[in-house]
């Protein structure tokens, strides 16, 4: 993908293009965003399954770890992995991407998983950061859309309040 695709991507679509199209364009398994709520991360919208994890406390999991060090993480083997929790039982590698605010604080996070090990190299994180900075220049207007969207991917219960 070139390096305009995404903007404009996002431009015309907003997150759930975004997302469809790397997902698409890499043929990855499954992508999602959660939402940092206090001291949780919500599932907020995925594409390519039901991902069980959906409310994962920051410092627990990858995606806890990547909100709490407030930096990309990748793993190339799931099943080296001491803090992974597992959503699918093919994911052999993930990448976990903050979205962050003005003030480095965690606003929520992009997570990509695949079934093949070592999926993710330098492209594939520097395209992932890439939509992360733009949902983050975006945030004030996307958050409140994520939850309701058709993709939506926590019930009311889990909703925002
Ligand atoms: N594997 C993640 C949980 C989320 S699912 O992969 C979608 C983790 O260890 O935090």
């Given at each position: 993908m070139n390096s305009k695709a995404l903007p404009e991507t996002f431009m015309r679509g907003g997150a759930?293009?975004?997302?469809?199209?790397?997902?698409?364009a890499r043929g990855y398994d499954w992508i999602g965003i959660y939402v940092k709520k206090g001291d949780y991360l919500e599932l907020a919208l995925e594409l390519g399954g039901?991902?069980?994890h959906r409310k994962i406390r920051v410092g627990e999991g990858i995606c806890g770890m990547a909100a709490k060090?407030?930096?990309t993480v990748v793993v190339q083997d799931v099943e080296q992995e001491p803090n992974y929790l597992a959503c699918f039982p093919d994911t052999r590698s993930?990448?976990?991407?903050?979205?962050?605010g003005?003030?480095?604080?965690?606003?929520?996070?992009?997570?990509?998983d695949d079934d093949q090990m070592?999926?993710?190299?330098l492209e594939e994180r520097e395209?992932?950061?890439?939509?992360?900075?733009?949902?983050?220049?975006?945030?004030?207007?996307?958050k409140?859309?994520?939850?309701?969207?058709?993709?939506?991917?926590?019930?009311?219960?889990?909703?925002?309040?």
């Amino acid at each position: 993908m070139n390096s305009k695709a995404l903007p404009e991507t996002f431009m015309r679509g907003g997150a759930e293009a975004l997302l469809a199209s790397l997902k698409e364009a890499r043929g990855y398994d499954w992508i999602g965003i959660y939402v940092k709520k206090g001291d949780y991360l919500e599932l907020a919208l995925e594409l390519g399954g039901t991902a069980s994890h959906r409310k994962i406390r920051v410092g627990e999991g990858i995606c806890g770890m990547a909100a709490k060090a407030r930096q990309t993480v990748v793993v190339q083997d799931v099943e080296q992995e001491p803090n992974y929790l597992a959503c699918f039982p093919d994911t052999r590698s993930e990448l976990v991407v903050p979205i962050l605010g003005p003030g480095q604080e965690v606003l929520g996070e992009i997570d990509v998983d695949d079934d093949q090990m070592g999926r993710f190299g330098l492209e594939e994180r520097e395209e992932l950061e890439q939509a992360a900075s733009l949902l983050s220049q975006d945030w004030e207007k996307i958050k409140p859309n994520l939850f309701s969207n058709s993709y939506g991917a926590a019930s009311p219960a889990e909703g925002p309040k």
